[in-house]
Nanobody, 120 residues
């Protein structure tokens, strides 16, 4: 089992910066890809950014050049640096982690989420 806990959300103004953190604990061996997702009220959960075990990254078009995903494998941490936030970034943000151990079925774990609210 992998336990993920997000932190760093809050109420900010448009144009501000915010850094989200996700702490992974439990059996963190074999964690490969990690990602941030978000879900706004009445909308489907969408992928914001992802990072592979080797450090390759991908971003949603809506956040590219504003958000930056990173990870510290020595601390089992995932981060999302959010710059120049916009009201449309308001959502519950979730981190995810894929655990892919050889010989076992891959499992994706999710955190409970952290709320980000951006006022105009």
């Amino acid at each position: 089992q992998v336990h993920l806990v997000e932190s760093g959300g809050g109420l900010v103004q448009a144009g501000d910066s915010l850094r989200l953190s996700c702490a992974a604990s439990g059996d963190t061996s074999c964690i490969s890809n990690m990602a941030w997702y978000r879900q706004a009220p009445g909308k489907q959960r969408e992928r914001v950014a992802g990072i592979s075990g080797s450090g390759g990254t991908d971003y949603a078009v809506s956040v590219e050049h504003r958000f930056s995903i990173s990870r510290d494998n020595s601390k089992n941490m995932l981060y999302l640096q959010m710059d120049n936030v916009k009201p449309e970034d308001t959502a519950e943000y979730y981190c995810s982690a894929d655990r892919e151990c050889p010989g076992y079925v891959a499992v994706t774990y999710w955190g409970q989420g952290t709320q980000v609210t951006v006022s105009s």
